[in-house]
């Protein structure tokens, strides 16, 4: 529910949606399977925080989409193509380059 959760964090705040509308938009999320917060996905977590790979949410974000068995994560926060721990990001909005 880490997404759900930052989900509403950017709703609210980047697109300035009122926090109501942001929750109950955010709220749809509510109905997909989830993977617990433990202190071994935290810990892990900390790892990439450590390492310089990622601030804490994100790796969190991460750990528990490869807890899950995701290999992709869809994101605008990263650039299509970038890896972590075998999730990889696909950016929903990015336009794909003009063929040559």
Known sequence: MTVAGELVNVLAGKYRQSPAV?????????SFQSVGLD???????????AAGTLRIWDAIIFRQAKCAGCR??????????FEVDGVVVRNPFERPAPEK
């Open 22 to 30: 942001a929750v109950e938009q955010a709220a749809a999320l509510l």
């Open 72 to 81: 992709t994560l869809l994101s605008e926060d990263w650039t299509s193509g």
């Open 39 to 49: 202190m071994q996905t935290v810990s892990e977590a900390m790892g990439l925080v």
